[in-house]
């Protein structure tokens, strides 16, 4: 599975960015996809994962109630809605997927298989 994530871009705080992941080589329907994001000199951190349904959004505290993750597995794509961003938002964000996971939510990124090249973020304030 090769992933692309774009979407990124300049957004002044308080705004929105919609990020994607285009996945090609293999259907996501089996696979639950993630978001992760490294701000510069800061550890990668977990953003939000949603199951292969669709059905089980999971979200990091700080992401609650302004981003949102989706999936079309017809277009074998997730998005990644972000609102009312944050200066703290900056960073660059990562997609994945994974089809084996030993708990959910999936936020361990050392469980995911395949992972996107990356998208920046950066907010204005």
């Known amino acids: 599975v090769q992933l692309q994530a774009f979407g990124g871009g300049l957004v002044e705080a308080g705004g929105s960015l919609r990020l994607s992941c285009v996945a090609s080589?293999?259907?996501?329907?089996?696979?639950?996809a993630g978001w992760f994001r490294q701000a510069p000199g800061k550890e990668r951190e977990f953003v939000a994962t949603i199951s292969w349904s669709g059905a089980k959004p999971y979200y990091a505290d700080f992401a609650k109630g302004r981003f949102t993750i989706s999936r079309d597995d017809p277009k074998n794509t997730a998005f990644l809605q972000m609102d009312a961003v944050k200066p703290d938002d900056a960073a660059i964000y990562y997609c994945a997927v994974g089809a084996s996971f030993s708990r959910w939510p999936a936020k361990d990124g050392n469980e995911y298989t395949f992972w996107g090249q990356g998208t920046q973020v950066t907010v204005s304030s």
């Open positions: 080589g293999r259907n996501l329907n089996n696979y639950v």
